[in-house]
């Protein structure tokens, strides 16, 4: 019994400081230039804006960060399934 509070208490810290790191990373930012088009990201992999010709691409930005959300999701899946993840640190 004991066990599993001690468990519950290590994942919420751990959630904690996932979230301070998300909130870290986020403020890393980049912006690359080529000829007319400029991308800007930050550290946590998400595309802040795309601009072409001097016009902000929102769809395209949208459509770029759902990909890319997507893919993050079904890797950790694949994570989860080959013994990866959370459970192995609680010897599951």
Same mark, same amino acid.
């Given at each position: 019994?004991?066990? =599993? /509070?001690?468990?519950?208490?290590? @994942? @919420?810290? !751990?959630? #904690?400081?996932? =979230? *301070? @790191? *998300?909130?870290?990373?986020?403020?890393?930012?980049?912006? &690359?230039? %080529?000829?007319?088009?400029? /991308? =800007?990201?930050? +550290?946590? *992999?998400?595309?802040?804006?795309?601009? /072409?010709?001097? &016009? &902000?691409? $929102?769809?395209l930005?949208?459509?770029?960060? #759902?990909?890319? #959300?997507? /893919?993050? $999701?079904? %890797?950790?899946?694949t994570?989860?399934? !080959? +013994? +990866?993840?959370? %459970? +192995?640190?609680?010897? #599951?």
């Amino acid at each position: 019994m004991f066990d =599993k /509070v001690q468990q519950g208490k290590q @994942l @919420l810290e !751990m959630r #904690k400081q996932a =979230k *301070q @790191l *998300q909130k870290q990373l986020e403020q890393i930012e980049h912006t &690359e230039e %080529s000829g007319d088009m400029r /991308v =800007k990201v930050n +550290g946590a *992999q998400q595309v802040m804006y795309i601009e /072409v010709d001097g &016009e &902000e691409q $929102k769809k395209l930005t949208e459509l770029i960060n #759902k990909a890319m #959300k997507n /893919v993050q $999701k079904k %890797s950790a899946q694949t994570m989860m399934e !080959m +013994g +990866g993840g959370l %459970s +192995g640190l609680f010897g #599951k």
